[in-house]
């Protein structure tokens, strides 16, 4: 039976790539965020050009899905490298971000609480 995924695991596994490759002494935080900015942006490529329509129908031509599958993981695996590193937790990074934009941006109608945290 495989593991689950989830963050941990695919860390590790990251982890574990790179230390059989001896890949550690470049994954500098400043290696790992410039390789996420041309990942990202590789990503970007893929919808430079198209239409809003078009880009919501991406995914229904089965070599360009392919491309922008590869190049989520791509950024995905940079960040959850990075996030390794720096010692960031990503999903408790993520909950404290909603956590604050729930505060920033309320809902149309609500009084937004005070900003004092």
Same mark, same amino acid.
């Given at each position: 039976?495989?593991?689950?995924?989830?963050?941990?695991?695919? !860390?590790?596994?990251?982890?574990?790539?790179?230390?059989?490759?001896?890949?550690?002494?470049?994954?500098?935080?400043?290696?790992?965020?410039?390789?996420?900015?041309?990942?990202?942006?590789?990503? !970007?490529?893929?919808? !430079?050009?198209?239409?809003?329509?078009?880009?919501?129908?991406?995914?229904?031509?089965?070599?360009?899905?392919?491309?922008?599958?590869d190049?989520?993981?791509?950024?995905?695996?940079?960040?959850?490298?990075?996030?390794?590193v720096?010692?960031?937790?990503?999903?408790?990074?993520?909950?404290?971000?909603?956590?604050?934009?729930?505060?920033?941006? %309320?809902?149309?109608?609500?009084?937004?609480? %005070?900003?004092?945290?």
């Amino acid at each position: 039976m495989t593991e689950p995924l989830d963050v941990a695991v695919l !860390q590790r596994r990251l982890v574990e790539f790179a230390a059989a490759r001896d890949w550690q002494p470049y994954h500098t935080p400043k290696n790992l965020v410039s390789a996420l900015g041309v990942e990202a942006a590789e990503l !970007q490529e893929i919808f !430079q050009w198209l239409t809003p329509e078009q880009s919501a129908r991406v995914m229904d031509d089965a070599g360009t899905a392919a491309r922008v599958r590869d190049e989520v993981a791509d950024v995905l695996a940079y960040l959850l490298q990075l996030c390794e590193v720096l010692g960031v937790d990503p999903l408790a990074a993520l909950d404290a971000k909603i956590d604050r934009n729930e505060r920033r941006f %309320p809902r149309p109608g609500e009084v937004p609480p %005070p900003l004092s945290e």
